[in-house]
């Protein structure tokens, strides 16, 4: 029980607001992308500033409360909040200074990925974020953030020149290479163990029109497609980045399409792409020249807010015929139509980057092997859930015992070890040193997990 006089206390420190289960928006603040998560916080503080921040970490300090922290609340393990505790929401803090001249972008942690780019493209700039745009830059960022333009210019946390962060004893902190360089090199892919990032600096890069969109063959076509795929992304240069995908068409027919992003002179890229598209025959072509912003936005249909999701991902180097066959197979009589298997590609830039550089250790050409199972009805959950691990566990053999942090869902705490690889011990000595009570625990926690 909160005390009124603390609850006002609270509230007169604040410049933004504080929603309590009998207000208005409470449900629908409490609701997040992945509609598995029912949770229900004892209150949500909605802040406008970095001093909102800090006045929540010390009343969750006086009241001994669970705090959640929520940028974009598009991850799916639903971290984002916490069952009666305090639910700190970022997701007004929508500030977004661009400085063309210098290419650097003050962005502060409400912002989504369409924010972000929105306001970077007006200037005909970018950084790297995801591929589905109303995620969370946040999130995103604080684990590593693999997108469209990973190849040429690395992950969104290379990108970072700081971030402003208030940590577990209130203060807030500049994390650069010059200040706290332990903390800024924890934070770029273990962020969310370490505090309350308030806003990021990126670098940006001058970005579009590009070469996007995706083609797709008949699922039957997969054991013959993807080989050649598999080879044509090995010898791709930098400037293409390619994901590859399982799903059904809208004629409810099973697929295997491979989606594209050439960030380059386009007349280059439409040649590049040639062999590709001229692959067997193609049930679908939309490959074309394209706004970045449009490019961006390329994934969203398929990710409708509100639908429930179970998540399964690790990564994978080579794409064997083993597992092209169980990809196959298991596509065939996946329970659910909106389900998609996706091999997103991480090369070039993202992957030269040295794996002890940032916390994000998994610094290879490779694919990040995501199985992203999605429904509607929560009398489904227990099939879907069950085809998902399924396919997770017959795709063992071919797959690396690491995974990206921001794939892992909420039932994988034993994940979380191979979520850091090499990098976890020293990841759980910066959390000691700034976070020694783990304070800051509603998260794929490394101080929990380290046995
Ligand atoms: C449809 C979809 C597509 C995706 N595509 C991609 C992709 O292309 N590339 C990619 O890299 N990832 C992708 N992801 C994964 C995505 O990176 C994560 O879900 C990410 O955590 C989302 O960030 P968020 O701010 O929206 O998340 P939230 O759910 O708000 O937060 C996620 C975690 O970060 C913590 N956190 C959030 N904000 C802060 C903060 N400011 N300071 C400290 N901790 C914080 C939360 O407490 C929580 O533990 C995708 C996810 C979805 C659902």
New binding site residues.
Partial sequence: MIKQCALDDFRSKLRGDILLPQDADYDATRR??NAMIDRRPALIARCASAADVVACIGFKRAEALEI?????????SG??VCDGGLMID?SRMKGCRVDPLRRRVRAE?GLTLADLDRDCQAFGLATPT???SP??????T??????WLGGKHGLSCDNLESVDIVTADGRLLVAAPTEHPDLFWAVRGG??NL????SFEYRLHEVGPVVGGGIAWPLARAKHVLPFYDEFARACPDELSLNAGFFTAEDGTKVVGVKVAWIGPLDVGERLLKPLRSLDSPVADGIAPMGFVDLQRG?DGA?PRGRRHYWKASFLRRLEQGAIDVLVEFTATCPSPYTQVGL?QMHGQAARVSPTETAFAHRHDQWDCLILTQWDDSADDERNIRWTRELHAALRPWVEDAV?V??LGDDEADRVRSAYGANFDRLVAVKAKYDPDNFFR??QNVAEHRI
């Avoid at 995620?135 to 995103?140: D, E, F, K, P, V």
């Avoid at 505090?195 to 308030?198: D, H, K, L, Q, Y």
């Fill in positions: 997040i992308f959640s922290v929520r940028g974009g609340g598009h991850n799916v971290k984002a970022l942690a995801g591929i589905v995620t969370g830059i946040a999130g995103l604080l684990g590593g953030g693999i997108g962020g969310a505090g309350v990032v308030t994934g990710f997103q990206y921001n794939n509603g998260n």
